[in-house]
């Protein structure tokens, strides 16, 4: 009979689970170390507890069937499981012999301890079950037994049973070292002299002699003697279970109801009770205590167990068999119920945990938090040396220090528990609430490795920690740069409110190494008096952030501490306490051998190796002690492969040093069980699926030492190296070419789902079952008779669990394993697929994605074979990299963001792009066209592709000299030298910082670097020059003997020697031969006043070049010591000179802006070429490209040919910091810019940057559409100019410009299909002809006295204009004559926004202020104004009405828009933007009012009125400053000017179906590529164009379609010089290619306002000729109806220009 399921429902389960509440989550996020911060993790881990016999079907039940299809079930939840079932190997009836080994119930007993606390620790749901029957299982004896226990016992013995006593002594030995002293059990002497008769002997007589010479109150220290290791797994995993017992613990229980009236010889009886080992009768005692188990003991008043946690199963004995699945069909159905009652409830119970798991876990930063939270509280304790450093480092917390403190030491010194104690005792000297502490262990989580994420979790916390959201932007977390600043402001700014600010950040070298960690720039140097951090990091020789770190100590800017190795006195002391926790001692003879090993590797962490070598040392033991670290690990190695085998630890080992972060159990168990010629190697059974519970759980307590585990990605549960020490020496022992191959190969199999091929299924078929076959021999067949086929263990590794859960394992670890085994094209497709990149960019960050880029990128560059992948993917990147501030908006912008990117890139076919193509192809057809999405026409601003390769940061003043050469690697290095009085190699291949050299007390001004890279030279303002040794970044010689600034030096390495220029009037000559005793000594001195530059004329000979502050160059012989040439250059001081060797040719530059080309040679001059801004530094490539740093920021780029050289294109980056050095890379296109902004730039000349496409040089600040077609826009600008163009988005053709030079256009503005007016700074104000952009008429010149108009307006019948300015005045115009009607002082302040809003009820000018005051005039009573304060204390930015709904809307620079009746002035309701407002447009959609705002947080955002919601946002590259609508009301048109000049359009497209958008997108391509006269075909089912727009006053109300204009240029207005166009229609016939005119006959003469279509236009089809057109033909009343068939046709047959 089963028991019926659990029947609470689910909301009264989830009341049980509680999460933290609001407390204690903010004591948490303050730093509260003083309680329990453990934070559980989507692991559901269970122990199955059961006897070693009897259970065998139950077992095999479990592992083939429940175990597959819950690791399915949670798998689909987004968890990981698994399952410990420890007996699964031994309770088979065919494996008598193991479940008789006394030595594996003690090995088992060991395992079961660990599991079941590890399921108890990590298991978010259940984890416990436990299979009870009629057995108590075998006894065991005692671990240990103390002495005086065990010498009454033996007293007794002796005369009750001298043979109990002689195996008791035999087995057990004398411990005194232990406090007191004990008898432990020798596993070493069971295994040699021990049986199961003897075993089971000595226990029957320890039973007898316990319960006689102890009371029944002494039950606990009977127990130790009495208990099965059923009863003690029980006891832990119910009785200390740390949870509530009915949500985690399940009992199953099965009974035999006739199984006493059996007769005792029934073969199978010793597999499922207790009988004697004669088998003469049932085991009494055994019995006894298995009741009072059941009856006494389980009840619910001792455990808690709810009736619906036990599930009761009541069977009929079957005889020799007891149970017989195949003969008793009652036997098959219980096993069935059993199957489906475990799978119910688990189910159920993992659901309920998976829904509270949320509730349970917190926000991410209360969980990344916590986790380090409780990390800290775990490692404090253990500190039990360095008191010394803790006392300073508690004095450095309370002191008035405003610098941040560094703790360092090699490794294993313990910097760790040192950091932890400090903030632990911190938080325990003051109160909660008095300090916020901020506690990160870096590398632990995924969050704390990269500085980014570090950095970012840090400002959250403080923000939390001070209960304010204003202290920074969120979006100002980004990128990496932004965060930097964000951070350092913070701290600098950040007002404590008398709660002192604690930063700990343990292990910066452990790092990753991207963004330049290392450099430690992101450190800020001051704090303010409240606010303290400690930083740890090794002080390894190849640690470069301690380099780092040691160069601002220098600077005084920084205190350290070191974190000296153990003294003989401390670790003495450190091995008394660990003897004193454990209540042990040690022989003195032993502890001196102890300690003298510990001196051997006097670290904490080479004693926490050895630990339980010591504590397991009895008094006559020699002590047999590792004479290192590494020998201590590899022992460790050693015996763990004693245990499992080599292969098996080899195996597992390989996988974790070959993965990125760690791997969970179930990972590492279907990679075991991937590997067929594993099982092989180590004898499992070839029909097993997996690895068993016993075997993996043995391993795992073999390497526990090494290993851990710890929260991993999506908060899983991962297995990782403790220290990484010991993943050192596990690649040192076990990683080869080849097993990293291999391994790496598995790992990237795994993830990416290609196991299944031929791995595992050949493991999961059908078995056929013979009659003649013994059932109990061939289990799994019987399990497949009744239950199907058996699961297959090992999952899939799909990108969703389901469709709100990652796979976060799968997005960290695959990218890493396919480099890993060098499968780069598979690397690369992954890389480049969309889904991939949106799934990285959810689950992480945009950053997290461009790391991967930039890992393979370098790979792929070497494989000449790829070296266009290289480019594609570098394109990709940078788009990523440039999205990555709108994607901080919302992640589902990536689609949108990619065709904006990649737009130039896909439509030039001058080259292959797949990759670009098919990543731009997947973005169009992922666009969420669920709701109205904006999409861009042009390519962003910023795009992808350009020349700049990396970004390197890391000095903390400005880069005066770069140099780089090729290291024997073939790596790329560089050197750079500063004004912070340091030098730097950088490796360029990866974009990381190397070493730091420092010496130099004051700014180093020039570098050089011998061809080999082997040593350098640099000159400094301190008037020194030092030689270096690059390789050890040691000083060689300091070369003293200038008196004043060293400007320049160079090598002349083939006469090793140095010459160093200097503002003292000097040359000096110095040996640089590093194998003479004279190296570094002046040679000889040349005179040589107002030298500013010098350079090497020919590198392998002795001559070298000089310039002047004259402007004179001179050229000199190193070996005459004289200047053999000298000739006037310029008649300013020189600023540059680079020679050109191969052509005897020099280019000189000079502050008279000039840059000449001379013959070295002669000295004559040959070219000469007039910059814009002053050149600072030259290089010339072997390719006769040369590239000039010029004073404003700018790089230019140049070609020279015979003798003359002209500018090829600009390489911006430096802003307006001046450019100090350009070097470039022996024989390759990279050039290094460096200058005052502190950044190297690293740029590739082979690709070229995407040309601006800036229409305006300032401030766009109207732009509209025209009445005479939407594919024209009308534009104004800051810089005087007005522009009207079409958009055909390649040749973005400019019509006509007119241009009022040094004024500003204020405003523009629409007066009807035939002219507009604009405003002007000067205060003009002008109506211009819209066909001929002449002036009409000058309603205000300049001549007057009165503000300029910084806002126009034009009626809706274009009768009437009115103006605000900036003294609160609205002027009023009449349009025909031109004159002035009214003034109106209707504001106190600056009118920022005018606007008519009129109607058949009600004719009203309304304007706003800089105040937020809005004014209602009503025109046909001057006298009546009504004044509202519509944005209070915010400028009024836009007024848009909407006459036809008596509506109007304003905007502010608060970012709300409000809607408001006319004419009463009441609001409706309000919408609050993400930022200032500084344009509005409007539209409607089905009925439905869409308002479309510019935004200054550079957005521009698409709102539905009636809901009031959000549903587009369009983010910009630079804040947009005005926009405008078009549509024919099936396509919406969007234009936008922005701050920096750019006109740019975008649709916006509501429920279009994806074949048709990409169909859309095709045309859009198309239309790039497209030249006047070109045809333009639109396929099939494609909405034809936009039509014009209405009024500006009013949203489009009877959208008019419209045809295609072409011009016709044979006829010219005579009163301009511009061509007067006529338009005709023009239509497409199915089977052409080109737009034609209609024959002569058809020409429809109408004039251009009465050519649009109106509403009753149709679609006709010529019947003669089968060609499509609108309209009516001439001489025909009736209209020709489409034909069956084109109406798809005559649809698209229609374009317009966008």
């Avoid at 989580?445 to 400002?459: A, E, F, K």
């Avoid at 454990?582 to 300690?595: A, F, N, S, Y």
């Avoid at 035939?1314 to 003009?1324: L, M």
């Avoid at 045809?1603 to 005579?1614: A, F, P, R, T, V």
């Amino acid at each position: 009979k089963m028991a019926e399921m659990p029947g609470p429902a689910c909301g009264e389960k989830l009341k049980m689970f509680c999460g933290p509440d609001q407390n204690r989550r903010r004591d948490i996020l303050e730093g509260n170390l003083l309680s329990d911060h453990r934070v559980p993790t989507r692991t559901i881990r269970i122990f199955i507890s059961c006897n070693l016999s009897g259970f065998s079907w139950e077992c095999g039940l479990i592992d083939q069937y429940l175990y597959p299809e819950l690791k399915q079930f949670c798998s689909s939840l987004g968890f990981q499981f698994h399952l410990v079932n420890l007996k699964s190997n031994y309770s088979s009836p065919d494996n008598t012999e193991g479940t008789q080994s006394p030595l594996l119930w003690q090995q088992l007993r060991k395992l079961s301890q660990q599991e079941i606390q590890l399921c108890q620790n990590h298991s978010v749901g259940p984890c416990f079950v436990t299979l009870l029957s009629h057995s108590y299982g075998w006894k065991l004896l005692p671990d240990v037994i103390m002495e005086s226990d065990f010498s009454f016992i033996t007293k007794t013995l002796a005369f009750q049973d001298p043979k109990a006593k002689e195996l008791l002594a035999m087995w057990y030995t004398l411990d005194v070292n232990a406090l007191p002293p004990v008898h432990v059990l020798e596993e070493r002497r069971i295994k040699e002299t021990c049986s199961l008769q003897k075993w089971n002997y000595l226990a029957v007589a320890l039973n007898r002699t316990v319960k006689s010479l102890f009371t029944s109150k002494e039950r606990t220290k009977i127990q130790l003697f009495l208990g099965s290791l059923l009863e003690e797994e029980i006891n832990r995993g119910i009785f200390s279970s740390k949870g509530d017992p009915n949500q985690q613990c399940f009992w199953f229980k099965r009974t035999f109801s006739d199984i006493q009236s059996q007769k005792i010889k029934d073969p199978a009886m010793p597999l499922f009770t207790d009988v004697l080992l004669n088998e003469s009768d049932f085991d009494q005692e055994a019995q006894k205590s298995l009741t009072y188990l059941k009856e006494v003991k389980m009840t619910a008043k001792y455990t808690g167990l709810e009736n619906s946690n036990i599930f009761e199963f009541n069977l009929k004995w079957a005889k020799g068999k007891g149970l017989d699945p195949v003969l008793e069909p009652s036997h098959s159905q219980y096993l069935k119920d059993l199957l489906t009652s475990l799978k119910e409830v688990l189910k159920q119970q993992i659901t309920l945990s998976a829904e509270s798991y949320e509730l349970q876990c917190g926000s991410a930063l209360y969980q990344e938090v916590a986790f380090h939270g409780q990390f800290c509280i775990e490692e404090a304790p253990k500190l039990k040396v360095h008191k010394g450093i803790l006392q300073n480092v508690m004095f450095y917390l309370e002191g008035p220090s405003e610098q941040p403190l560094i703790l360092f030491g090699e490794s294993g010194t313990g910097k760790t528990t040192l950091l932890s104690a400090a903030a632990k005792a911190l938080k325990d000297k003051y109160s909660l609430k008095s300090t916020c502490i901020v506690v990160r262990f870096l590398s632990l989580t995924p969050d704390s490795q990269s500085i980014q994420r570090v950095l970012q979790s840090i400002c959250k916390q403080i923000q939390s920690c001070y209960s304010s959201s204003n202290l920074f932007d969120p979006k100002s977390l980004h990128n990496y740069q932004s965060t930097v600043a964000t951070f350092n402001k913070l701290i600098k700014e950040l007002n404590t409110r008398g709660r002192p600010l604690y930063i700990f950040l343990d292990g910066v070298d452990q790092l990753s190494a991207a963004d330049g960690a290392y450099s430690m720039s992101w450190l800020p140097i001051r704090l303010p008096q409240q606010v303290k951090m400690i930083l740890t990091t090794s002080s390894d020789k190849n640690c470069s952030c301690f380099a780092a770190l040691q160069g601002l100590q220098q600077n005084s800017q920084l205190e350290m501490i070191e974190v000296p190795q153990l003294s003989e006195e401390e670790a003495e002391r450190l091995l008394n306490s660990i003897l004193h926790e454990t209540d042990r001692t040690l022989q003195p003879e032993q502890k001196g051998r102890v300690i003298e090993k510990i001196l051997c590797s006097p670290t904490p962490l080479y004693v926490s190796l050895i630990r339980s070598v010591v504590l397991s040392l009895k008094h006559n033991d020699v002590v047999l002690l590792p004479a290192s670290l590494k020998e201590a690990i590899a022992d460790i190695f050693k015996e763990a492969e004693r245990v499992n085998g080599r292969p098996l630890v080899e195996k597992v080992v390989l996988f974790l040093v070959c993965c990125k972060t760690g791997l969970t159990e179930s990972e590492l168990l279907d990679l075991l069980a991937l590997d067929r010629k594993l099982f092989e190697k180590i004898s499992i059974q070839p029909d097993a699926t997996f690895i068993s519970s016993f075997i993996w759980s043995r391993l795992l307590h073999s390497l526990m030492p090494l290993i851990s585990f710890r929260k991993g990605e999506g908060n899983t549960l991962i297995i990782t190296w403790k220290h990484r020490e010991f993943k050192c020496v596990a690649r040192e022992r076990y990683l080869t070419a080849a097993t990293m191959k291999t391994a790496s190969d598995q790992l990237s199999g795994y993830f990416s789902s290609k196991f299944l091929e031929n791995d595992v299924e050949q493991t999961i078929e059908e078995v056929d079952v013979s009659e003649k076959e013994d059932p109990v021999v061939n289990q799994s067949a019987i399990f497949q008779r009744y239950l199907g086929p058996k699961k297959c263990p090992v999952l899939k590794q799909p990108l969703f669990f389901d469709s709100s859960f990652l796979n976060y394992r799968k997005l960290m670890e695959l990218p890493h394993a396919l480099a890993m085994s060098g499968r780069l094209d598979e690397l690369q497709v992954l890389l480049c697929d969309l889904t991939w990149q949106q799934a990285v960019i959810d689950g992480f960050t945009v950053a997290d994605l461009v790391s991967d880029f930039n890992y393979i990128v370098p790979l792929i560059s070497k494989n000449k074979k790829m070296a266009i992948s290289s480019l594609e993917l570098r394109i990709i990147r940078d788009a990523l990299s440039l999205s990555s501030e709108a994607l901080a908006i919302s992640n589902k912008l990536l689609p949108q963001q990619l065709i904006g990117r990649l737009l130039p890139f896909v439509n030039d076919t001058s080259r292959n792009r797949n990759q670009v193509t098919s990543l731009y192809d997947q973005a169009l057809q992922a666009l969420d066209l669920d709701t109205p999405v904006l999409i861009p026409h042009q390519h962003f601003p910023k795009t992808p592709g350009g020349p700049l390769l990396l970004h390197l940061e890391g000095h903390r003043g400005a880069v005066s000299g770069l140099v780089c050469w090729v290291s024997g690697s073939d790596c790329l290095s560089l050197l750079s030298c500063s004004h912070d009085g340091t030098l730097k190699t950088w490796d360029l291949e990866h974009g990381g910082v190397g070493q730091t050299l420092r010496g130099h007390q004051s700014s180093v001004s020039c570098v050089a670097v011998s061809p080999n890279g082997a040593i350098a030279v640099s000159g400094s303002a301190d008037q020194t020059i030092r030689l270096w040794d690059l390789l050890s970044g040691h000083c060689l010689n300091v070369m003293e003997g200038h008196s004043g600034e060293v400007i320049s030096v160079i090598l002349m390495d083939h006469t090793e020697k140095c010459v160093s220029a200097s503002t003292d009037g000097t040359l000096k000559i110095w040996s640089t031969n590093t194998s003479s005793r004279f190296c570094g000594q002046l040679i000889f001195t040349l005179l040589h006043k107002d030298v500013v530059k010098m350079a090497p004329l020919r590198s392998t000979e002795i001559h070298f070049i000089t310039g002047d502050k004259h402007g004179t160059i001179f050229i000199w012989d190193l070996l005459a010591g004289v200047a053999t040439m000298s000739f006037p250059a310029h008649q300013s001081p020189i600023t540059a000179i680079e020679p050109v060797p191969a052509f005897r040719r020099v280019f000189t530059s000079s502050e008279d802006q000039t840059l000449k080309l001379w013959d070295s040679d002669s000295g004559s001059f040959l070219f000469v070429q007039k910059l814009n801004s002053l050149a600072s530094s030259i290089v010339v490539m072997e390719t006769l490209t040369f590239i000039v740093g010029h004073t404003d920021g700018l790089v230019s780029v140049w070609n020279l040919e015979s003798d003359k050289f002209s500018q090829q294109y600009l390489l911006p980056g430096h802003s307006e910091a001046r450019i100090l050095s350009v070097s470039s890379v022996p024989d390759g296109w990279l050039v290094l810019t460096a200058g005052e902004d502190k950044v190297i730039r690293v740029w590739d000349l082979l690709t070229q940057p995407v040309p601006p496409s800036n229409t305006h040089k300032g401030v766009i600040n109207k732009v509209l559409f025209t009445h005479k077609d939407d594919a024209t826009v009308l534009s104004a600008g800051s810089d005087g100019r007005i522009v009207l163009q079409s958009l055909n988005i390649e040749e973005r053709k400019v019509e006509q410009v007119i241009e009022c030079f040094g004024q500003s256009v204020m405003s523009l503005q629409l007066i009807n299909q035939e002219e507009f007016v604009a405003s002007y700074s000067d205060g003009s104000v002008k109506t211009f002809d819209l066909q001929s952009l002449t002036v009409r008429l000058v309603l205000k010149d300049a001549t007057t006295d009165e503000s300029p108009l910084l806002v126009i307006s034009v009626s809706s019948q274009g009768l009437f204009i009115a103006g605000g300015d900036s003294e609160g005045r609205v002027i009023l115009w009449d349009v025909s004559s031109g004159k002035r009607l009214k003034t109106l002082q209707d504001h106190h302040t600056t009118v920022t926004a005018v606007a008519f809003c009129q109607n058949d009820t009600f004719d009203l000018l309304v304007s706003g202020d800089d105040s937020g005051m809005m004014s209602l005039r009503d025109l046909h009573k001057p006298t009546f104004q009504q004044l509202i304060m519509a944005h209070f204390s915010s400028k009024i930015t836009a007024i848009y009405p909407v006459p036809e709904k008596s509506k109007l809307f304003s905007s502010s620079s608060d970012g709300s828009i409000k809607c408001w009746s006319m004419p009463d002035g009441n609001v409706e309701f309000a919408i609050n933007c993400t930022g200032a407002i500084s344009s509005l447009s409007l539209f409607s959609k089905k009925s439905i009012l869409h308002l479309l705002a510019c935004c200054e947080d550079g957005s521009i955002q698409l709102w539905n009125t009636e809901e009031r919601a959000l549903v587009a946002v369009l983010p910009t590259d630079h804040t947009p400053t005005s926009c405008d609508i078009g549509t024919d009301g099936t396509t919406i048109a969007v234009v936008y000017g922005d701050v920096e000049g750019n006109i740019l359009t975008a649709d916006v497209c509501f429920d279009t179906q994806p074949l048709a958008l990409q169909e859309h997108y095709k045309y859009i391509k198309n239309t790039l590529m497209y030249k006047s006269g070109d045809p333009i075909e639109y396929p099939e089912g494609l909405p034809s164009g936009r039509g014009s727009p209405s009024g500006r006053g009013s949203p489009v109300s009877n959208p008019q379609p419209k045809c295609e204009l072409i011009k016709n240029e044979g006829q010219k207005d005579s009163s301009t010089a511009r061509p007067t166009p006529q338009y005709v229609y023009s239509h497409v016939s199915p089977d052409t290619t080109s737009p034609k005119h209609l024959p002569e006959t058809e020409h429809l003469e109408q004039t251009h306002e009465q050519c649009l279509p109106n509403e009753s236009s149709e679609i006709a089809v010529d019947p003669r000729t089968g060609e499509v057109y609108r309209g009516k033909l001439k001489g025909s009343d009736a209209e020709s109806p489409v034909e069956p068939g084109n109406e798809a046709v005559a649809k698209s047959s229609f374009c317009s220009i966008i």
